[in-house]
């Protein structure tokens, strides 16, 4: 079945690099990299210790995880000189957050006795409009998102439980222009800024146990590793983290987008049990062949070799098959009523592109929220003031006629029991 092989890897292409930054990885060919920027689990945990003067990273197989993405960094993430320099800063970033979010759990204890009331979450497959329900939910005062300075420094950087959002923010910002610096072609897909929300896959870093490394990495044995393991102890992290966070933001309930949460939806209820959802649908065809563009790019930015040995180990990767599959579950929890009505509801892209404010009206209601009328013109304001394709337009490739009619049937289930109408045709 083409529905099963076809890859559409084989169609897309990089965009040539930054001048500057191909000269900075010829001149590191010659080089000892391993040496000169070690990615052993030892050397950045003693930096980060001795960055931020702290010891305890909390409880948990923290270390474990690390040292297992440690090794499959090293030995097949293939990264080129500027991808690694990267990699151990990121690394580095990821262990002073957690040291500094577990002290600053142990000094306010009254932090983690915090309840997070009634999160809403917002996932479907990449490319099916989840950053744009984001952004516009996000106008609603009720809703507090967390921002990439916050994901990355959740305690600002200059002292425990520091609130310095200005230093936050500055360092955020340096971090944020250098991903740009080294792949310019991302903005035309995904906007990002230190101030701006993130999906809050990016809260998971110092558990160093989530999807979000199989998404910037090309690492087999890491990926297989996730697999063996129970994810719990990361949404506990990504819980820590809200709440640290929501000592700063009083009163609010928790906006978190990130389709990798497709799969993980029945354990992320049992941590976030009066959780919300809000599922976005798309022709999967359509999504299918944007989120290749926009993996791609990720892993270019560390490596040559995007698509490492071949393999497709993220889900959102994966055949249609597999891809078609992370719905399953989904549908098993509303036909069960374990995510009951009132609990959930439906965005559909094409609906939205037509008449916007028709579809947030609707998952207002099925939520039973209340929309007030000053907030809908906020988000109507917003909508007029957000020009596409202000960044560059994202291109990418369409799925060839001769595979559409196998994939259809592939994503049959998934588009009946959710409606989702067809943007290819066959």
């Not at 490319?127 to 516009?136: A, K, N």
């Not at 230093?167 to 991903?179: E, F, K, T, V």
Request: hydrophobic share 40%; glycine share 4%.
């Amino acid at each position: 079945m083409h529905g099963e092989t076809y890859d559409r890897r084989e169609a897309w292409k990089p965009a040539p690099r930054p001048e500057w930054m191909a000269k900075l990885n010829a001149l590191g060919e010659g080089l000892d990299v391993r040496a000169i920027i070690p990615l052993k689990p030892e050397s950045l945990i003693a930096q980060a210790i001795e960055s931020t003067g702290l010891e305890d990273f909390g409880e948990g197989d923290w270390r474990q995880h690390l040292e297992v993405l440690a090794h499959a960094l090293d030995d097949e993430a293939d990264l080129h000189f500027a991808g690694r320099l990267l990699t151990r800063c990121e690394l580095l970033m990821y262990l002073q957050a957690r040291l500094r979010m577990v002290a600053a759990a142990k000094t306010s204890p009254e932090i983690v006795q915090r309840p997070i009331d009634r999160p809403l979450f917002i996932t479907g497959y990449a490319r099916s409009g989840t950053t744009i329900l984001f952004e516009v939910l996000a106008q609603d005062p009720q809703f507090q998102v967390v921002t990439k300075s916050e994901a990355l420094f959740p305690c600002a950087p200059s002292e425990v439980g520091s609130t310095d959002v200005e230093d936050r923010n500055a360092r955020a910002a340096s971090y944020n222009d250098l991903l740009e610096e080294m792949t310019p072609e991302f903005k035309s897909a995904h906007k990002s800024g230190a101030e701006l929300p993130v999906e809050s896959l990016e809260t998971e870093y110092p558990a160093f146990l989530s999807d979000v490394f199989t998404i910037a990495f090309q690492i087999p044995s890491y990926a297989r590793y996730l697999k063996t393991q129970d994810l719990t102890q990361t949404l506990e992290w990504q819980k820590l983290t809200l709440q640290v966070l929501q000592s700063q933001h009083q009163g609010r309930h928790w906006l978190m987008k990130s389709p990798s949460h497709l799969p993980h939806l029945r354990k992320i209820l049992q941590v976030f049990p009066d959780m919300r959802v809000i599922f976005t649908h798309r022709d999967p065809l359509v999504t299918a062949d944007s989120v290749v563009s926009v993996m791609g790019t990720l892993y270019w930015l560390r490596t040559d070799n995007p698509w490492g040995n071949g393999g497709r180990e993220s889900w959102s990767l994966s055949s249609a098959v597999d891809r078609a599959a992370a719905w399953d579950e989904v549908i098993a929890l509303i036909e069960s009523g374990d995510l009951p009505r009132g609990r959930f509801a439906n965005f559909h892209y094409a609906e939205f592109m037509t008449d916007p404010m028709a579809s947030i009206r609707k998952i207002y209601d099925d939520l039973d929220m209340q929309l007030l009328p000053e907030v809908e013109q906020n988000m109507l304001q917003f909508l007029e003031q957000k020009t596409k394709g202000k960044f560059g337009k994202h291109e990418y490739e369409l799925t060839p006629h001769h595979v559409v009619q196998d994939e259809r049937n592939v994503y049959a289930r998934y588009e009946a029991f959710f409606g989702v109408m067809p943007e290819i045709s066959e």
